[in-house]
């Protein structure tokens, strides 16, 4: 974010994207760390866990998305989701690879406002 | 967002900053609706009621950004918070104006990620 970075207790910009339709929220902030969780521990109950999450509400995020988009975001491996592994599919990568890079533009376009209003915070 | 509107029910792309220190949110969507419904209403009661707040948590989410600012952002005038009216002070102002430039130049640097997620969701 800027030359140096600053300890924890500073503050920070954080960009969260929502996708909505109508009330619904297709996507957003934590369905996109459950994915990246998948990702790292090929499990929608270990993704979950790290999360605080039960596996109901994480199982019922991904059943949000597989309707949301056109192609399923996660398929199980090795028997089945609830026992066995997941992962994401080519379209999951694509969905969390596309959301990040939103991310990231979102901080670099934001920069010279966050630089102005961070001035104006405590430190 | 694109070279035609769509209706309400079509998938949008809303972005959300947060300012963060350690655990605390400095300010965030919440807060900017606040100000802003206060620029609006020139009153803290009307602004909180307009979404669906009580005075109390509308007055507390200002306290909260009064300490976290090095100028308060919101004055009472014509008697008293409660009872009088209130509005933005220029550092009020100035916050509440960058962080919708944030906004504004998020939605615009996400646009070519967005364009292509936008194709992978249903209609």
Redesign the interface.
């Known amino acids: 974010m800027g030359k140096y970075s600053r300890p924890?207790?500073?503050?920070?910009?954080?960009?969260?994207?929502?996708?909505?339709?109508?009330m619904k929220i297709?996507?957003g902030p934590g369905k996109a760390d459950l994915l990246e969780g998948i990702v790292k521990t090929g499990s929608i109950g270990k993704a979950a866990k790290r999360m605080g999450m039960s596996y109901m509400r994480a199982w019922s995020l991904i059943q949000e998305m597989n309707?949301?988009?056109?192609?399923p975001v996660i398929v199980s491996v090795r028997g089945g989701h609830e026992h066995g592994g997941a992962e994401l599919t080519p379209?999951g990568r694509?969905?969390l690879a596309?959301?990040r890079?939103?991310e990231k533009?979102?901080l670099?376009?934001?920069r010279t406002?966050?630089r102005?209003?961070r001035k104006?915070?405590?430190d």
Chains 1, 2 share one sequence.
Do not use: N
């Open positions: 924890a207790s500073q503050p920070e910009l954080r960009p969260r994207f929502r996708i909505t339709r109508g297709a996507f309707k949301c988009f056109k192609q379209a694509r969905v596309s959301y890079e939103m533009a979102a670099i376009a934001a406002d966050w102005a209003l104006m915070l405590h």
